[in-house]
């Protein structure tokens, strides 16, 4: 079975900082944009940020942009999420996605419909 597996979530006071993991199991990354989404409690999953296949192509969402940096090492088969400066806003269940892009380095979507693959999802709670 291919699934992503999604870890580093925690409970950090508002202002800090996390670093989210998201690695394969059963294959490997290098094929694939990685999204992650987040669904905070109550509201529907929105997609947080997507790096192409090479990191060619970032983006963010406008909520997190400037504090979130998406990133991937393909040697380790993993791709990261470091947020800063969280905001109890930020709170929610992160999810990492895989698109299926062997053809360009250049594209990623942070749209739920475009994943082939989905992780089971890690907590971050922004408290004090």
């Known amino acids: 079975q291919l699934l992503l597996v999604e870890s580093g979530g925690g409970l950090v006071q508002p202002g800090g900082s996390l670093t989210l993991s998201c690695a394969p199991s059963?294959?490997?990354?290098?094929?694939?944009?990685i999204s992650w989404f987040r669904q905070a409690p109550g509201k529907e999953r929105e997609g947080v940020s997507c790096i192409s296949t090479s990191g060619g192509r970032i983006r963010y969402t406008s909520g997190v942009k400037g504090r979130f940096t998406v990133s991937r090492d393909n040697a380790k088969n993993t791709v990261y999420l470091q947020m800063s400066s969280l905001k109890p806003e930020d709170t929610g269940v992160y999810y990492c996605?895989?698109?299926?892009?062997?053809?360009?380095?250049?594209?990623?979507?942070?749209?739920?419909?475009?994943?082939?693959?989905w992780g089971k999802g890690t907590l971050v709670t922004v408290s004090s």
């Open positions: 996605a895989a698109d299926r892009q062997p053809y360009t380095n250049t594209y990623c979507s942070v749209s739920s419909n475009d994943m082939d693959y």
């Open positions: 059963g294959f490997t990354l290098e094929d694939y944009a």
